[in-house]
C-alpha cells in the first residue's frame, strides 16, 4: 500500500515521544508525519527518520491532508479535535478515555479483539494502560477456561501521570535524602518513598476513576459483560512499568503448568517464572520492551478455580504506544485503514463500474 500521511496530537507528551520512537522502529508506512501540541508546548522539534519535524499548534483546520490521526493529548482535546479529524476523513486512533466506553466506537487491544478495528466509524479507542497488560495475559486463558472473577491490585509508575510527576519524584527523592521538607503537587501526597492508594479521582462508590475503568474496559475488550472485575490502583514511586498482583477464578479448575503452557503460546506475551531463582517480571527490567511479562503463577489456596500471577509492561510502550500502532498494522492488514488517495481511486471504480453496468 502506499505511505500514510500521519498526525501525532500530544506530541510533546510522553506518550507522544514514544510514539514518534515506535513508528520508525516498527518501520510504519509513514509518507509524511506532522507533529501537534498545544500553544504552549508549539515551537519546538522532535526528530523523525534523521529529520527535525517542527511541533505545531493543534487547531481545527490541520487534518485535511491526514490519513491518519494519533491523539494522546487528553480528553478535552480529544472530544474537540478528533470529530474535525473525521470530518476531514481522517482516521483517529485516541488514547485518552474520552471514547473508550461510547458503544460505537471499537476500544482494541490487538492480540485480543481486533476484528473489532473492522466497524470503526473514523474513531478507534486505545485503551487504558493497566487494562491492555491485564488482557493480554488473561485473555489466551478465558479463551480455554471462561474467566468469572477477576481481583487486581495495581502498582503504577509515576509516567503514568505525565512528565510532570518523573520531574516531581527525582525532585522529591533528592529533598527527602536532604532532609527537606516535601510539598507535592502533582499528588495529593508526596511520592517519593511512598506509595499512594489514589490513582485518578474519586467515584460515589468508593472506587477511584481507573479502578472503574479497569473494570469497564476489561469486559468491553474480552467481550465478557458476565466477569466480575474488583481493582485497587496504587501509584508507586517507579519511574517506569505497571505492576499487578492478579486473583483469577475460572470457571473450571486449571494448573500452573496449564496456564504457563497457554501463555508461553499467547502473542505479545513473556513467561518469567521460576521462583528457586527468583525470576519473575520487573518493571525495571520490562522498560523498553513490546512484552507483557508474566510470572509467579500458582494456584490460589482460596478458591479450587484460582490462579494468581505476577503480571508487569512498559506502561508508556504496550500501554500506549505500541498498542495504538499496533491497531493501524492491524487495519492495514484488514484494509479497513487505508490513505485517502486510495479510498477516493476505490470510490471511482465502484462508481465506473456500476456505471458500465447501467
Known sequence: MEGLNVAIVGAGSLVGQELVKVLK?????????????????????????????????????????????????????????????????????????????????????????PEDIKYHKGIIANPNCSTIQLVVALYPLHKVNPIKRIIINTYQSVSGSGAGALKELISQTKQVLEGHLICPHVYSHQIAFNVLPETDVFLDNGYTKEEQ??????RKIMHAEDILVSATCVRVPVYFGHSEAVNVEFSL????????????????????????????????AASGSNHVFVGRIRKDMSHPNGLVMWVV???LRKGAALNTIQIA???????CITCKRERKLHGQRLLSSKGQEA
Request: a negative charge; hydrophobic letters at 40%; proline letters at 8%.
Open 25 to 113: 522502529q516498527r518501520r510504519f508506512p509513514v509518507a509524511s508525519i506532522r507533529l501537534f501540541a498545544s500553544r504552549r508546548s508549539s515551537d519546538t522539534k522532535l526528530f523523525f527518520n534523521h529529520q527535525t519535524i517542527d511541533v505545531e499548534e493543534a487547531t481545527a483546520g490541520v487534518f485535511r491532508d491526514v490519513d491518519i490521526a494519533l491523539f494522546s493529548a487528553g480528553t478535552d482535546i480529544s472530544r474537540r479535535l478528533s470529530p474535525l479529524a473525521v470530518e476531514a476523513e481522517a482516521l483517529v486512533i485516541d488514547n485518552s478515555t474520552a471514547f473508550r466506553m461510547e458503544p460505537k466506537i471499537p476500544l482494541v487491544v490487538p492480540e485480543v479483539n
Open 213 to 218: 475503568k479497569m473494570a469497564e474496559e476489561t
Open 253 to 284: 479448575p486449571i494448573t500452573p503448568e496449564e496456564a504457563r503452557k497457554i501463555l508461553a503460546q499467547a502473542p505479545g506475551v513473556k513467561v518469567l517464572d521460576d521462583p528457586s531463582v527468583s525470576l519473575y517480571p520487573l518493571p525495571w
Open 313 to 315: 509492561a512498559d506502561n
Open 329 to 335: 498494522e492491524e487495519g492495514i492488514k484488514m484494509g
